[in-house]
């Protein structure tokens, strides 16, 4: 990795965090396309770099975001299941990361739910607020965050989702997202740093620097991006975003085969 692939890294996570896409999916994708070898460094970065995304969301909602215990008590019930879930599964989330197939279908599966998602949850909505959401629906969608454990999944798309099945309107729904974001991946980092530490590994300068330029180069994407997001998906929902990953999904699968094809060849 040099710093201009650091900076594109940043760009891609800062745009695709956010949206119902899968940042992890691109990263690995965008990694791939530059030659960047999913080493240990690799592997960190793109969850260290997510810290710079999520505090664009305490900027932008920061009078919200400081409301009341009872709300940071939501989104501590929301996060348990992806604890529960992270430190059952991390080897084999970290598998799954170097598996280029499922991205794509994970990619090509969750764009079919997108087409969707707006038919399904068509009805007028019962929850308009975050402050209005139950314990019993914070709980149910971190279940839901935790698809996204699989990559190309897509954390946003997948508690978005979670979200409106509870009958939260897309916006309330995107919101609360935005709000999980913050000690998942907080949580997400921290347990990264840990393993990368305890397994012997010891960040060079340069090392140092992708991880403050990524952060940077993340936190200001991806203020654009919120703010964007949201002003899209009240007047349009899912369908654009559906079809984009299923292209792309798509894409891959054709490429993959390809390139395993000539191998043999």
Request: charged share 15%; hydrophobic share 55%; glycine share 8%.
């Amino acid at each position: 990795m040099d710093y201009l692939q650091a900076i594109v890294l940043a760009i891609i996570e800062g745009i695709t965090e956010f949206l119902p896409v899968s940042s992890t999916g691109h990263m690995i994708i965008a990694s791939s396309f530059f030659g960047i070898s999913h080493d240990e460094f690799t592997k960190l970065f793109t969850i260290v770099i997510q810290l710079g995304t999520i505090l664009s969301v305490v900027v932008l909602y920061f009078k919200r975001f400081f409301q009341s215990f009872d709300f940071y008590f939501k989104l501590l019930v929301a996060f348990i299941p992806a604890v529960v879930f992270g430190l059952l599964f991390s080897k084999k989330i970290d598998a799954l990361l170097e598996n280029p197939v499922t991205v794509a279908v994970s990619l090509l599966v969750g764009g079919i739910v997108l087409l969707k998602v707006d038919d399904w949850f068509s009805k007028e909505t019962e929850v308009a607020t975050s402050q209005e959401i139950s314990y019993a629906t914070a709980f149910k969608i971190g279940l839901f965050q935790c698809l996204a454990m699989v990559p190309g999944v897509s954390r946003s798309g997948a508690s978005i989702v979670g979200g409106m099945t509870q009958k939260l309107s897309r916006t309330t729904a995107a919101e609360f997202s935005f709000f999980l974001a913050v000690p998942t991946m907080l949580g997400a980092t921290a347990k990264k740093c840990y393993d990368y530490y305890k397994d012997g590994f010891v960040l060079t300068h340069d090392q140092i620097n992708f991880l403050i330029i990524g952060n940077i180069v993340g936190f200001i994407v991806a203020l654009i991006a919120i703010k964007s997001f949201i002003g899209f998906l009240s007047k349009n929902g899912f369908k654009l975003f559906g079809y984009y990953r299923i292209v792309v999904g798509i894409a891959l699968l054709v490429i993959h085969f390809c390139i395993q094809k000539l191998d043999v060849i």
